[in-house]
Nanobody, 126 residues
Framework: QVQLVESGGGLVQAGGSLRLSCAAS????????MGWFRQAPGKERKFVAA????????DYEDSVKGRFTISRDNAKNTVYLQMNSLKLGDTAVYYC???????????????????WGQGTQVTVSS
């Protein structure tokens, strides 16, 4: 079983930036598609971004397009989420997830992913 650990969350003012990291415990994650999801208080967990096994293909939820960038460094068993121009609505716990496939779904949901990190809190203030 692959273990994922997120880091890089914190408190940031609206308009600022954060870079989240997700470190995997096993090399096998380098052959898997990876995704980022977020969950605000009282809300369901929602898709944010996905990346295929090689990093050559990505997908984003509409509200983060042009602001967030997902990337990966398979040599380091790590996936990243660069978040720019942060808004109050971006406040959530952010989760990294892995999928037992090299490709991500065109209609992603949390149930299409097989293992998860513990989450990291991102809070955007006025």
């Amino acid at each position: 079983q692959v273990q994922l650990v997120e880091s890089g969350g914190g408190l940031v003012q609206a308009g600022g930036s954060l870079r989240l990291s997700c470190a995997a415990s096993r090399r096998t994650s380098s052959s898997h598609a990876m995704g980022w999801f977020r969950q605000a208080p009282g809300k369901e967990r929602k898709f944010v971004a996905a990346i295929n096994w090689s990093g050559g293909s990505t997908d984003y939820e509409d509200s983060v397009k042009g602001r967030f960038t997902i990337s990966r460094d398979n040599a380091k068993n790590t996936v990243y989420l660069q978040m720019n121009s942060l808004k109050l609505g971006d406040t959530a716990v952010y989760y990294c997830a892995g999928r037992y496939s090299g490709s991500y779904s065109q209609a992603p949901s949390r149930y299409e992913y097989d293992y998860w990190g513990q989450g990291t809190q991102v809070t955007v203030s006025s």
